[in-house]
């Protein structure tokens, strides 16, 4: 993991891992007590344990999704281990050619090189516009 230690690269690996839709290394950046929020769906969501976050990214190897990130802006902030992340994910649904545009932004604590606790502010119904 040190090679992935700062809070900018552990980001990068998630984005990477998400939009290539390979979720089998994801869950090993976020630290075992890990906590995810995601104030903004519908209900309000929030993931906790390395084995949540196991099963969350799971469901991207069934999504009919293409997507890349785009627009990434990282600003590290005071506290060297929170950095926060702007940027937005555009694809397609690959079963009816719709396009999408989900903008995001995370705040991230990220600690010896793993992930102890995000606020994942998705918009999330523009996601589930883009799979119905």
Known sequence: MSEFATPRAVFQRIIDGVTARRPEGLPE?????????HPFAEPPSRLE???????HFAQLETLPIEMEARNVVVHQTADPEVIIAEFEYEGRN???????????????????????????????????????
């Open 29 to 37: 950046l976020y630290a075992e007590d890990t906590v995810v929020v």
């Open 94 to 132: 690959t079963d009816t050619g719709r396009p999408f545009v989900i903008p995001n932004i995370f705040v991230m604590r990220v600690r010896d090189g793993r992930i102890v606790e995000s606020r994942d502010y998705a918009h999330h119904r523009a996601f589930q516009e883009a799979m119905a």
């Open 49 to 55: 344990g390395r084995e949540a976050l196991r099963r």
